[in-house]
């Protein structure tokens, strides 16, 4: 069975709580309080209130201003398009296939997302760090965001990303223990994402469709076990942010439009600095690029 493991150079930096010296690898469209991208978004047959009365439309920039002022940011971020009305053809990116991949109709592994519109998917994975400043800096400047989940991690604490979720941010799979899951059996892997599931529906209500695999390494067996319990798709990243610096995928070391980006929650016990400051280098670059950030799940 072939195995398909990321050969980034960034593998190198150990996970928490992992002793795998490999990387670890939602929209918070804020819906709640009417202050998400999509809670301003009127129903079709509204008519002219389906365009903000330019009033409105200045107060939302002046209250947007203030928020990049308040959380240190160069400029205000670009608000994403909406989401496309016909959904992107997403397939496993060349060489991240598995045997039977295409007959057996597995959730594709993939980095970018095919689309024309200059947007970037930010994913933060694992639950180690819980801050609510963070929460509350991701609200105030609508960005959206996927969070990858895993129990050994979050089960201390649901109720954060409980109220990361009622936000409007999207909660999906990352296993029970953040495994090298290539190293375990079928069934143990089973074990691992699909009780995932079952923990993901009773603490959140729903059993997600999205997974990604532990530091973005797999196999046959993983991709097999996760569509058995509901998975369609499997992203990993592109890039990967930290607090003080990017690192790249490709060669020429540049974002691209649909690119995936990774970055964990975490603290000042793993980073020289928080979620707010990562989040800033984050939202300083892309925004500089010309690049939104939207949705992951508004383009599957």
Not at 17 to 37: F, N, R
Not at 108 to 121: A, G, L, Q, R
Not at 235 to 261: A, M
Request: hydrophobic content about 35%; proline content about 7%; glycine content about 6%.
């Amino acid at each position: 069975m072939r195995l398909v493991v990321q050969n980034d150079k960034s593998r190198a930096r150990v996970a928490l709580g992992c002793g795998a010296a490999v990387l670890a690898s939602t929209a918070l469209v804020t819906g709640c309080s009417g202050s998400g991208p999509h809670a301003a978004r009127p129903a079709a047959g509204q008519g002219a209130a389906a365009h903000p009365a330019p009033d409105l439309r200045a107060a939302e920039h002046a209250r947007m201003v203030a928020a990049a002022k308040r959380w240190g940011l160069d400029e205000v971020p670009i608000a994403p398009p909406r989401p496309p009305a016909v959904k992107p053809r997403i397939t496993a990116r060349a060489g991240f296939e598995v045997d039977h991949q295409d007959d057996w109709d597995l959730p594709p592994v993939f980095t970018t997302v095919p689309t024309k519109d200059k947007v970037v998917f930010l994913t933060i994975d694992d639950g180690s760090e819980k801050d609510p400043r963070f929460l509350q800096m991701m609200r105030d400047l609508k960005i959206p965001y996927t969070a990858f989940l895993s129990n050994y991690l979050v089960k201390d604490d649901y109720g954060y990303f409980r109220k990361a979720q009622s936000y409007g941010n999207t909660l999906n799979n990352h296993t029970l223990t953040h495994p090298y899951l290539p190293g375990l059996s079928y069934e143990e892997q089973e074990h691992e994402i699909c009780d995932m599931q079952d923990i993901m529906r009773k603490q959140y209500g729903r059993r997600p469709t999205v997974f990604r695999p532990p530091y973005g390494n797999y196999n046959q067996d993983t991709l097999v076990a996760a569509k058995s319990c509901g998975i369609k798709y499997a992203p990993i990243w592109n890039e990967e942010v930290y607090v003080d610096h990017w690192e790249y995928r490709e060669d020429d070391q540049r974002l691209r439009r649909g690119d995936i980006v990774l970055t964990h929650f975490r603290g000042r016990s793993d980073w020289d600095g928080t979620m707010v400051d990562d989040m800033r280098r984050f939202l300083n670059k892309v925004t500089r690029e010309g690049y939104a950030v939207a949705r992951l799940e508004d383009y599957l």
